[in-house]
């Protein structure tokens, strides 16, 4: 029904930046918030931030003022621009998205495969 696939992920050394994106396809009739979790290695799955349909953004406090999201509901996609990227930033990153779908009418919660984004001392 709803697919999202993930991009822009990497090995990257501490301090340096990276942009990942995250384009939905599908049965889409409407999206309505869009995330970013990550996961690292041992540890739970975790919100990094989230946009909704407004274009209002909240943060984890341990990325605020160096992670930026946005969206492009034209696209249907959604970035996620890190800057000052630490070692401890290096996990699994999921896209997240709340979709209401066409057919049938529905709405779901779809998760993107991840992308590994690594950060070296």
């Known amino acids: 029904q709803v697919q999202l696939v993930e991009s822009g992920g990497g090995l990257v050394q501490a301090g340096g930046s990276l942009r990942l994106s995250c384009a939905a396809s599908?049965?889409?009739?409407?999206?309505?918030?869009m995330a970013w979790y990550r996961q690292a290695p041992g540890k739970q799955r975790e919100l990094v931030a989230i946009?909704?349909?407004?274009?209002?953004?909240s943060y984890a406090d341990s990325v605020k003022g160096r992670f930026t999201i946005s969206r492009d509901n034209a696209k249907n996609t959604v970035y996620l621009q890190m800057n000052s990227l630490k070692p401890e930033d290096t996990a699994v990153f999921y896209c997240?998205?709340?979709?209401?779908?066409?057919?049938?009418?529905?709405?779901?919660?779809?998760w993107g495969q991840g992308t590994q984004v690594t950060v070296s001392s």
């Open positions: 946009i909704n349909s407004g274009g209002n953004t």
């Open positions: 599908g049965s889409i009739a409407r999206i309505d918030s």
């Open positions: 997240n998205a709340v979709v209401l779908t066409t057919t049938p009418r529905y709405v779901g919660r779809y």
